[in-house]
């Protein structure tokens, strides 16, 4: 009923940028949240970023000033602009929505598939 499609990773060196996109489409009613998380190996899912339907952001300490969230409501697309990336940042990316679609009553979160972003030299 509703897909989120992520677009946008791929290898980068250090101190260069990154932009990812993703696409909420569907059954859609109206998205509340959308954000970032991200999975470097071994370790647990964290948070990036999140922003409300109203434009307030959230950021983790680890990536504030660097990466930027935004929204476009009316494509239902929510970005990350990633600046000054680090060797660190390297994870895959997962985008994030709460979602009321037209079947339910209550919002849910749903997932994207995931895109892998590489800091190298």
């Known amino acids: 009923q509703v897909q989120l499609v992520e677009s946008g990773g791929g290898l980068v060196q250090p101190g260069g940028s990154l932009r990812l996109s993703c696409a909420a489409s569907g059954s859609i009613f109206r998205i509340t949240e959308m954000g970032w998380y991200r999975q470097a190996p071994e370790k647990q899912r964290e948070l990036v970023a999140t922003i409300t339907s109203g434009g307030i952001t959230n950021y983790a300490d680890s990536v504030k000033g660097r990466f930027t969230i935004s929204r476009d409501n009316a494509k239902n697309t929510v970005y990350l602009q990633m600046n000054s990336l680090k060797f660190e940042d390297t994870a895959v990316y997962y985008c994030?929505?709460?979602?009321?679609?037209?079947?339910?009553?209550?919002?849910?979160?749903?997932w994207g598939q995931g895109t892998q972003a590489t800091v190298s030299s």
């Open positions: 994030n929505a709460n979602i009321r679609t037209t079947f339910s009553s209550f919002p849910r979160s749903y």
